[in-house]
């Protein structure tokens, strides 16, 4: 039997790459290179594949590189518009001169566009009621609440799903760098702007706004729209300004009742981990969010799981569930309790203690491999309610 990689194999075997290969503008196609030894008649070869087949492929040639030195390569990648459900992601391989591979990433990739399957007028939804206040969405057996902000309550046969959310998030306890302390970036307003129906989905528009009102806002879309299976499927849009650059987290908060404590994920897992960690192993885990949290000292935020296409949130005898299913791979974090309450436990030298409530954190971006920069940003995933 194969014996499973580790932690510190993986950081051992990252370390032994001569290279380093980093994606700057997924809409371009333009990576960076870095060298960490000196190498000689290097080729690189990439492809990019959607839902798992190779769609389109190329090579480059990076010849000599010093240790140390950095090279910019703009590869001719065209990625496709897709329908919802389906990813893509660019793999790049270096080469040396005996073919031997000598360094390896892959990145995710949004396509252009999000297609919907063709179908026949009326099929988009089960239902929308909309008024200037509030609108209110049903998916067969699902019905959600939706006003100004986003999503107000999710229920399924009348019972709640949902606390509340999604709900913008931004930062991470404990990990704020201090430019954006400086700049008051951890204490933001969100703000609602626009609410509105296309009678087929409901959209919100909503601004992140900063105390020092001189800088930029962020703008971040909501669109909820009921499909014919009985999902909601939700799409959020974030467009960064530059001063907003460099924010630990972009994505959204659910709040969930404390008896939905099961989580069960197909990601990488099965401990904490983020994008690009080769120790973790893409699988199916089941843990209770009470064991999510790793103990720091002090406290910040933690339990992340990456590269994550299905979330499935129950009660203990299974009676209530909540299933979230990617448009392309995302993070999550689900612990039983609030970021603040993590913050006030790190300037305690506490554990966070548990609250009433699971905190179910999506991220859009996150971690080195991820980066927030200025620029616009998507998710999508389909929420999915059963009740027994």
């Known amino acids: 039997m194969e014996s499973r990689l580790t932690a510190r194999m993986a950081e051992t075997k990252y370390l032994e790459q001569a290279f380093g290969i980093e994606l700057i503008d997924e809409a371009t196609g333009r990576i960076n290179v870095s060298c960490r030894r000196d190498s000689r008649k290097i080729s690189g070869k990439w492809q990019l594949e959607i839902d798992g087949v190779r769609h389109s492929f190329g090579q480059f040639l990076i010849s000599e590189m010093a240790a140390g030195e950095s090279r910019e390569f703009l590869l001719s990648v065209e990625v496709p518009d897709m329908f919802y459900g389906s990813y893509a992601r660019l793999i790049i391989r270096l080469s040396d001169e005996n073919g031997n591979l000598v360094a390896e990433e892959n990145f995710p990739m949004t396509p252009p566009a999000w297609l919907m399957p063709e179908k026949t007028a ?209 993070t999550f974090s689900a612990l039983p309790f609030s970021e603040f309450a993590i913050e006030d436990a790190g300037m305690a030298g506490k554990t966070p203690a548990a609250e009433s409530e699971i905190f179910l954190h999506i991220d859009c971006r996150i971690g080195e491999k991820m980066p927030v920069k200025a620029g616009v940003y998507r998710m999508t995933f389909f929420l999915k309610g059963c009740i027994r």
């Open 122 to 330: 009326g099929e988009f939804f089960t239902g929308l009621r909309f008024d200037v206040s509030q609108a209110i969405i049903s998916s067969g057996k699902l019905s959600a609440v939706i006003d100004a902000s986003g999503m107000r309550e999710l229920r399924i046969n009348g019972e709640k799903l949902l606390n509340s959310g999604p709900r913008l998030a931004l930062f991470r306890a404990g990990m704020v760098p201090e430019k954006l302390r400086a700049l008051k970036l951890d204490r933001i307003k969100i703000a609602p702007d626009r609410f509105v129906s296309d009678g087929k989905s409901v959209e919100c528009h909503a601004l992140a706004l900063p105390t020092l009102m001189e800088i930029d806002e962020l703008e971040f879309t909501q669109r909820f729209t009921p499909q014919t299976d009985g999902a909601i499927r939700y799409d959020a849009e974030f467009v960064v300004p530059e001063s907003f650059a460099g924010i630990p987290r972009l994505g959204v908060l659910f709040r969930l009742p404390g008896t939905m404590n099961e989580v069960t994920y197909l990601g990488n897992g099965p401990h904490e981990n983020f994008p690009g960690d080769q120790g973790a192993v893409f699988s199916r885990y089941t843990a209770l969010a009470d064991e999510f949290y790793p103990a720091y000292t002090p406290a910040i935020s933690g339990g992340s799981r990456s590269n994550t296409v299905k979330l499935i949130l129950s009660d203990a005898a299974h009676t209530k569930t909540l299933q979230i299913t990617g448009g392309r791979e995302f």
